[in-house]
């Protein structure tokens, strides 16, 4: 490939900032995708799509998920904890655990749980069918299963059944209420669940959730509250049971220097509650380990200025050095990561479908007649001498003369043709005008807002709402890339549209390593020819909070393995969701919707108005059409 359109490419989408070594340009042009960082095994995500499409015949949008990548962020989760302890002569272990409400998904729980022996990463949930779904999974006798969240009777009842399972199930107290129902249900049954309390701490994170923390959080005890509580779990005889100490200062945190102060306030509670006699074994730190997901690795919303490593290194050293300080025993690290392990290991593939016309594209170029108005001929005349010193004024007049059409065109003194020819010229002016500025050394600002309203409209065959609902409702970024083409210079720019009837459903903020970009550089669209987006890192939250708007479903999923000789291997497709699932869900009963429709057919054939075989055929189609996909087919 071309050393030039190779580093314009690098340049555009950034795959080497923002991919941490899972993803990478192939010198054909396509993107790749490896196992782990580092890997010599690779697979192209075109190849994977061309045979799902064209061999297995699997609609867009496709989510590909690749399990080796969760395994893999687990190993450098835990690689760096383990480092970071050597190095700071830590005397405790880490307790990986991974909080299922950022991906509740089976197969990617299942996953976190496999490798029971090296890691023992335990799970934590947050509502009751998420601990429903846990107690079953198999889990290694050592790793943990907290419960977070308000807990009701219910909740607690279900957590004391892990006990009986003979899990270690740690219900972690958000408010003396639910301690004083876990009190209650032990003075009741004679069985209790291990015992951690929620501290509200005074640090803060940053970015997006740093209202997670603080004094005003929405969980978590205050300092007399915790006091209160290690008084009632005493008075009850259950200090042995009281084993962890939790806080949460908020998901994605940009800022290390947060982390810091945080765990400096956080083991310094643990510090004194240990020396006032606690057994606590366990300090929580919750999540809040962040994704670069621009791959600026700034303080940005959508980035962090820390590596895992440092991350770790800061977390450990800092307990370490309060412990030490306070001459108690260090405790073992609980991590709740969740979007540090899932946000790489699924891509959503979608693919252009067409362009959405804004205005006079592609419009044969306008001759001027005589009887023409005259505001049609000058705009003819800005359009033509248009060049590189007058391109900003001439965008100027233009404006103008676009307005002064339009004034009169409502005084009844232009016809609807001559309105056409003004308007083709005009945008034909801006397209021109935004040439000139684009080769200009110092663009102007207002060209940038041209450059938007000129941008081309994707549309993509995909929900935002479903798959990457975080852009529309947080304005989150995620890195969107083409799968293939990448050996050609694009040479449009695009915002992107989805398939549901909602004018949100559009991604007009794009990553960029200074800043946001409004359009995406894509390649012209060509109608013969598949067009594949990937958007990428939407692994973490995506999935579960993704919504059914407008009744689009889940999209088809395959998951894929590449093995040790560079081949990959579908190793699961899974069928997106259907129409009458997706009506079922908002309470149409497929029968009863196949019955009234015959209903409404047979009353047209006994008033004559449809042939018999008609109404059958279309009965036939009507049933039909409800095991077809829910996007464009
Ligand atoms: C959401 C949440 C997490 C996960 O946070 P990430 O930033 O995604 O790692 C962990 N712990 C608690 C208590 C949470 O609410």
Partial sequence: MNDEVLQRIQELYRV??????YFDVSSRGELLVRPAPGDARWASLKQIVDELVTERRQQLPLILRFPQILASQARLLCGAYRAAMEKYGYTAKHAPVFPMKVNPRREVVEEFLKDTQRY????????????????????????????????????????????????????????????????????EHGIAPWIGLRAKLYSRGSGKWASSGGEAAKFGLTTSELLKCVALIREAGLEDRL????????????????????????ARVYAKLRASGCQLEYLDIGGGLGVDYDGSRTRFESSVNYSVQEFANDVVYTVKTVCDEEDVPHPNLVTESGRFMTAYHSVLITSIRDEIETFADDEPEVTIDDDDPQVITELKELCDGINSKNYGES???????????????????????????????????????????????????????????????????????RSAPDSWAIGQLFPI??????????????????????????IDKFIDLRDVRDTLDLHSYDEDRPYYLGIFLVGA????????????????????????????????????????????????????LLESFRKLLTARVEAGQLAADDADRAFRDYDAASAGTTYLD
């Fill in 481 to 506: 890339v083409p799968i293939h083409r990448l050996d050609e210079s694009p040479d449009e720019f695009a915002t992107l549209v989805d398939v549901t009837c909602d004018s949100d459903g559009k």
């Fill in 16 to 21: 080497e900032n923002w991919s941490a070594g």
């Fill in 120 to 187: 023992r990463v335990g799970l934590e949930c947050g509502s009751k069918p998420e601990l429903y779904a846990a107690l079953a999974q198999p889990q290694s006798a050592e790793s943990l299963l907290l419960c977070n969240g308000f807990k009701d009777e219910q909740f607690i009842r279900l957590a004391l059944l892990g006990i009986k399972a003979g899990k270690r199930v740690v219900v972690i107290v958000e408010k003396l209420a639910e301690l004083r129902l876990v009190l209650r249900l032990y003075r």
């Fill in 541 to 592: 939250y995506q999935e579960v909070m993704g919504s059914a708007h407008n009744l689009f479903g889940q999209p088809n999923e395959a998951q894929i393995v590449i093995d040790a000789d560079g081949r990959y291997h579908l190793t699961k497709l899974i069928a997106g969701s259907r129409i009458h699932e997706m009506t079922a869900l908002a309470r149409y009963e497929k029968a009863t």
């Fill in 395 to 465: 965008y100027h007049d233009a404006l103008e003369h676009k307005d002064e059409l339009h004034t009169q065109f409502n005084l009844g003194l232009v016809s609807l043709e001559d309105r056409a020819k003004g308007e083709v010229l005009f945008w034909e002016t801006c397209a021109r005008a935004l040439r000139e500025s684009d080769e200009a050394r110092f663009p102007q600002e207002e060209f940038e807002h041209l450059k938007r309203i000129l941008a081309a409209k994707y549309l993509c065959n995909f929900s935002l709402f």
């Fill in 243 to 266: 084993t962890l100490l939790h806080f949460h200062i908020g998901s994605q945190i940009t800022d290390i220097k947060r982390v810091k102060n945080a765990m400096k306030e956080a």
